[in-house]
């Protein structure tokens, strides 16, 4: 087993996180579907508002590849198709049908695959089979991050056991019953022809004696060291090893849940976080824990008396990845937690002039410095964006060892080749750069949105 150490992380000393134990999610009356989260998907709806659709019914496809589409994970009826800038679609939503007889859902029958089918199937019959059930989204590349071309070889495919981000679903919590899944998962995976290299954390090591042998490697370090595109990044010997392709562990369950049973999977296992209180006391002590749900499932049937939190930021998908949502928003297809965070409030008077020992900093600017306790997560940057001042915080933290001031500039000047040359397309879009930058300069989502640009631009 190879140990994977990155010395350019942060320590992040954030309180709060779900409670060991996991709850059953409330009966959701609608599921949605979000094809904005999609990156680089152009979907072309196959439903309309009205229609009638089961678990496992194609709602939409991509108009470059009519064959990659996109189930539904809820039985019912199309209730809703919203709409956002120039016409894309953010939202399908289905009101799901009442199951109060008992009675499951209708799905979408597909054929399982069993253990011995799985292992005389060729690579492109697995394919098809994976596009045909809706699993192949649950397969993403690098270094873009979207859903690879089926004709796509990568050179080897990474499967992280642990989320990268700061209160997510660690593996023992989702592989608990799971454990046959996972296998025919990863079964699958070799299928594909590539080599599949799985990651344990050096703090969760895979204890089950079945599971352990198929690990390949071990993550040393804070965030992001789990995340695939740092493992890749500190592992490849040339740069032919830069197209590979990743999944989650919790998406490797889906994959082989769904194979295995002939139904498109819906069960999600969700960490909601209400990091105001460090202490775990008052306001956030009945958020913090783990759901089982479903995909899709609205983010106020995540939390108890959502109408209370309205002095809370909503953040679906991880703190420093994810995206600013509303209560009456849904999880998306990735979406593993949702984070209630303090708002930012009115700006504290003199308060340049205040010692700040409980003012979060990674310089000495407050005396926080001292004691780097855990402090609770709150929206407020504290200042606003000013221009570069060439600290160099930004590369200090730097996972992929990106000179992020010198690209930053360049994408500034609209030099993109030098932008390139300085390392943009290893950034993983960890967000550490934009955590410690003291002029508040959103570096990270600088990056990633050039990214996605240039990315654009190629295909």
Known sequence: METVSVKRTLKINIAGGPVPDIEKGPAVSAVAVLPDRFPFIKPRLLVKKGDRVKIGSPLFADKDDKNLKFLSPGAGTVKDIQ????????????????????????????????????????????????????????????????????????????????????????????????????????????????PVCICESQNRPIEDETLAPLVTHRASGPYPVEDPGVLLYHTKKSADENRAWFMTGQDVVLLGRGLGSGRYPTSRIVAVSGLTNG???????????????????????????????????????????????????????????????????????????????FKPTVSRTFLYALHKKHFPAK?????????????????????????????????????????????????????????????????????KTTKHAYYEDRI
């Not at 642990?162 to 899944?181: C, M, R, T, W």
């Not at 956030?284 to 049937?301: E, H, V, Y």
Request: proline share 7%; hydrophobic share 35%; glycine share 8%.
């Open 83 to 194: 709409y956002g800038h120039r016409r894309t679609i953010t939202r399908i939503v289905i009101e799901t049908d009442k199951t109060e007889t008992g009675k499951s859902e209708e799905a979408v029958p597909f054929e399982p695959i069993d253990e011995k089918r799985l292992s005389e199937m060729d690579r492109d019959r697995l394919i098809g089979v994976l596009m045909d059930q809706g699993l192949w989204p649950l397969i993403r590349n690098l270094p873009y991050r979207a859903i690879p071309p089926p004709d796509e070889k990568p050179a080897s495919i990474w499967v992280s056991m642990d989320p990268a981000d700061p209160f997510q679903v660690p593996s023992h919590i989702y592989l608990k019953g799971n454990e046959a899944h996972f296998v025919r998962g990863i079964r699958a995976l070799e299928r594909l022809g590539a």
């Open 279 to 357: 202490n775990g006391s008052g306001g956030s002590a009945n958020l913090n824990r783990f759901i089982q749900t479903r995909m899709g499932a609205p983010l106020s049937s995540l939390v108890r008396n959502p109408e209370t939190l309205h002095d809370r930021r909503w953040i679906a998908g991880g703190l420093f990845r994810g995206r600013t949502a509303a209560p009456d928003g849904y999880m998306g297809f990735y979406e593993t937690s949702l984070a209630l965070i303090e708002e930012a409030k009115d700006p504290e008077l003199f308060g340049f002039l205040r010692p700040g020992l």
């Open 379 to 447: 929206a407020d940057m504290r200042g606003e964006e000013r221009a570069c001042i060439n600290c160099g915080k930004c590369e200090q933290v730097c996972p992929v060892d990106i000179m992020v001031q010198y690209a930053y500039k360049c994408i500034y000047a609209g030099e993109l080749e030098e932008a390139l040359m300085h390392g943009l397309l290893d950034c993983v879009a960890c967000g550490l750069c934009s955590y410690v930058c003291p002029a508040k300069i959103d570096l990270a989502e600088s990056l």
